[in-house]
């Protein structure tokens, strides 16, 4: 057979054989210059790395390579079901000692472990239980038979259910299973969003007549700090709605009395923790409210900010934002305090949301038309390139919460959350954590977790979780030296835990 190359190949394959030595094609220097630009664009991107935090970098880029080749890759699947592989990664064991600086985006009754509501305050004394139509609880404290309510049991005394059936651990286990989200199967057991909000706000519910009787309000507050200082948070800023509290003879206490509680309780916590700076409170309403009312709340959230000003720290609005009412409809109540001369901040919830083009798809805008402090998730910001611009112009920060968007069904990989894009262009946010205790998180460092692992996969670093933990009280509401001051005390912190993880 006559295997001589046709000339024409001979030509192609010469050309080639030219090419190959010369110097076209792309300039390895550009490209090298090319992916550290785009690296100095992340968040953490520009921050120096001393000697001590290069090596704790190295560590930890092997650590981060081990969680990504071990599989499963935790940020890819649901947190209920990734839980306990990310509480086994050293990863996640480096995040839980990292000064995580503060948390600026959590809810009143949603801070403490259920565990602590069900095996401390369910057991206290005049305790009363009552079955819904619906399967779930409700609890309240008394001193005598409570009126029962509509679509529930007549109310039982705990105390006596607990001794007629002799082994509680399967009640309490409902309870448990009632004050939180947390099931084996979150796919099958909430199919859409309506119907998790729903599950939600039910637990929210549950909760609240344990945590709304004044003694358990005020040891709640104390043992929700405790929660977040051991998890290496030195601040908390609690978004609540500050409802009426009771006693066990019906009586109610009002917001100064919620107020002057939070006070008192944050000063015996730092009285007894005194590197913990302490909390503040944006007052909340449900954005289901009318406009009149909204007046009302605004009022009322002036009123808190001139009585309590070093602890109130602003105003907000909760509850499934696609179900509630849009920020706009509120602007005459939200225009009140410029009206006034009153400086109210504000720290809106906006754009936690997947419906695109609706009147609540706009909130982001009008978070910022109101000057909002802080955007609570801004997960529709992405899609919003003016109001993106403006909030970075503005320097308004938007506070990521990782697990409660996938709880709650914006998205289910975290690899494809749309802060992936924004930490990759250095937006200014913090991570946060929503409501920890009804997903059985901890009080941030699952979040952090999901973020770091989830959002940057290997193109983040120890550079990335500096400026994070930074930019928490950075964008925190404290009054600018006392800010100053406890970024101080946070890079004291900061470089004891490098230097510790180095041993
Ligand atoms: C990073 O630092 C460089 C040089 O100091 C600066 O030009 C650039 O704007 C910074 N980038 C970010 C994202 O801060
Ligand atoms: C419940 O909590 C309170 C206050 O935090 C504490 O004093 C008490 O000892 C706890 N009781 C139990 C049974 O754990
Ligand atoms: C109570 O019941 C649970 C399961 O329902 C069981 O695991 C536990 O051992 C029981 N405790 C006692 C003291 O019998
Ligand atoms: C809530 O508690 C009720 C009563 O104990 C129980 O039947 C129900 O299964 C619990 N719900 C969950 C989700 O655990
Ligand atoms: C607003 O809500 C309150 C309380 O539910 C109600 O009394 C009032 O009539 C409502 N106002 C308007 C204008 O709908
Ligand atoms: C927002 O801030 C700008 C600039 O400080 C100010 O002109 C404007 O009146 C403020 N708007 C509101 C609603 O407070
Ligand atoms: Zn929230």
Redesign the pocket.
């Known amino acids: 057979m006559h295997t001589l190359t046709p000339r024409p190949l001979m030509r192609i394959w010469m050309l080639f054989l030219w090419c190959a030595s010369c110097n076209c094609g792309p300039d390895p220097r550009k490209r090298e210059a090319l992916i550290r630009l785009e690296a100095s664009r992340r968040t953490g991107g520009n921050m120096t790395l001393n000697e001590r935090e290069e090596l704790l970098d190295s560590k930890l880029q092997t650590l981060m390579q081990h969680d990504i080749e071990a599989g499963p890759f935790s940020p890819s699947m649901h947190f209920f079901k990734a839980k306990r592989f990310i509480d086994q990664s050293p990863v996640f064991s480096l995040i839980q000692k990292m000064p995580k600086g503060a948390a600026l985006h959590v809810h009143d009754f949603a801070m403490v472990d259920v565990d602590w509501l069900v095996?401390?305050v369910t057991?206290r004394e005049n305790c009363y239980v009552c079955f819904t139509d619906e399967q779930t609880v409700q609890f309240i404290f008394s001193s005598g038979q409570p009126a029962s309510r509509p679509r529930c049991s007549s109310w039982t005394l705990l105390r006596s259910l607990r001794e007629k059936i002799k082994n509680s651990t399967e009640l309490d286990n409902s309870f448990i299973g009632n004050l939180t989200l947390f099931t084996e199967d979150p796919d099958r057991d909430y199919p859409t969003q309506d119907s998790v909000w729903k599950r939600f706000e039910q637990a929210f519910l549950v909760a609240y007549g344990l945590v709304t009787y004044a003694p358990v309000f005020k040891?709640y507050l104390?043992?929700g700090l405790r929660q977040f200082y051991e998890d290496n948070i030195m601040f908390v800023e609690i978004r609540a709605l500050l409802p009426a509290t009771y006693e066990l003879d019906g009586r109610l206490h009002d917001k100064d009395w919620s107020m002057r509680a939070c006070q008192e309780v944050v000063r015996r916590f730092t009285a007894h923790y005194p590197d913990f700076l302490g909390a503040r409170v944006i007052f909340t309403v449900h954005r289901g409210i009318n406009a009149t009312e909204a007046v009302k709340a605004v009022e009322e959230a002036m009123e808190l900010q001139r009585n309590f000003p070093n602890i109130m720290a602003g105003f907000d609005f909760v509850g499934q934002e696609d179900l509630g009412r849009p920020l706009w409809y509120f602007k005459d109540a939200l225009s009140l305090p410029e009206g006034r001369g009153v400086n109210l901040p504000y720290f809106f919830h906006a754009g936690e949301t997947d419906s695109q083009g609706t009147d609540v798809d706009q909130n982001l805008m009008d978070a910022l038309l109101f000057n909002t402090t802080r955007i609570g998730h801004g997960f529709a910001l992405a899609r919003h390139p003016v109001v993106k611009e403006m909030s970075r112009k503005m320097d308004v920060p938007i506070e990521i919460c990782p697990i409660s968007n996938q709880v709650l069904k914006l998205v289910s990989d975290l690899r494809n959350h749309p802060a992936t894009v924004l930490m990759a262009e250095g937006h200014p946010l913090v991570i946060s954590s929503d409501d920890p205790a009804l997903f059985r998180a901890t009080a941030l460092s699952h979040d952090y977790y999901e973020a770091f692992m989830g959002f940057g996969g290997m193109s983040f670093n120890l550079g990335t979780l500096k400026e994070l933990v930074i930019n928490s009280l950075r964008y925190s509401s404290l009054p600018s030296q006392r800010k100053k001051d406890a970024i101080d005390v946070l890079l004291i912190k900061w470089d004891k835990f490098v230097v510790e993880s180095l041993l």
């Open positions: 095996k401390n057991y040891d104390y043992e």
